[in-house]
């Protein structure tokens, strides 16, 4: 069975329609597919849906949704919403993947993610951001690129604190610019304990995260988030996974599951687990995927 609950459209920064990206992720044999368009925040990016969208998407993911019921694809409207954290210690944060502003579509599930490192520099600062921004960025810090993954753990943990959504996106999404070991050493003990500490923080709230291949999709890195030595932590810690292709494209779906499985098996998990309708997860063995 093929699943995955990591999907943009032409809404954000994806480049097909809900249709386009339905009728790929058919013809590759998924019986489940989520929705995730960047949902919009308080200030304008990109790669952000716009407010005055939101509606459209989320017509044209049911729509989609229509055109499959019966048919073997079962298709969700779901959000990939950021966690950014305020600037001032104490403050509620500029965004979060609970907050009520995305109810309006009622989405079936929330994706949450950090890609923001905030407070650190005079401008939009994400961890997956063009190279040469990144580069700008880890200057301004001095750079000291410890300070971006310290950041980006704390984001992490903050958001699963708070709560709010069903998956947990791309886990280890700082190394994207990190290729070579350019910025930090992802073996090195603080990296590691600093993933870690998030990672037991996770188990414990019971939180579903995703395997997710995008960087290898988009030719920045050779592995999926979460890398080896985290997705181990997750089986100690008892964390269960799901799969998040993070598609752009309708050629990304279904091409890099494999190596996502791989990596859950190589990392000991026997199962992953799918969610079958809003709210209900089952278990998969991985022999079975
Ligand atoms: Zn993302
Ligand atoms: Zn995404």
Redesign the pocket.
Known sequence: MRFSY?T?TRYCDGKATAAEMAAAAAAAGYSYLGF?S?APLPFRTSWNMAWEDLGAYASEVRAAAAAWRGRGLTVFLGL?IDYIAASAAGAAPVAWPGAAAYDRIAPDFR?G?VHFITGMADDEFTVDEPAGDFERHVAGLGGDAKAVWAQYYRNLSAMVDRGGFDIL??FDLVKKNNAGSRWFDESGADYLAAAFEAVDFAAERDCIAEI?P?GIARGKIAEVYPSAPILRRMREAGLRLTL?D?A?APEHLGAYQGAAIAAAAAAGYRSLWYMDAPGSWKEIGIDEL
């Open positions: 990591h943009h995730t960047h990939e994706l993610s996106g791309h997710n995008g998040g993070d752009h």
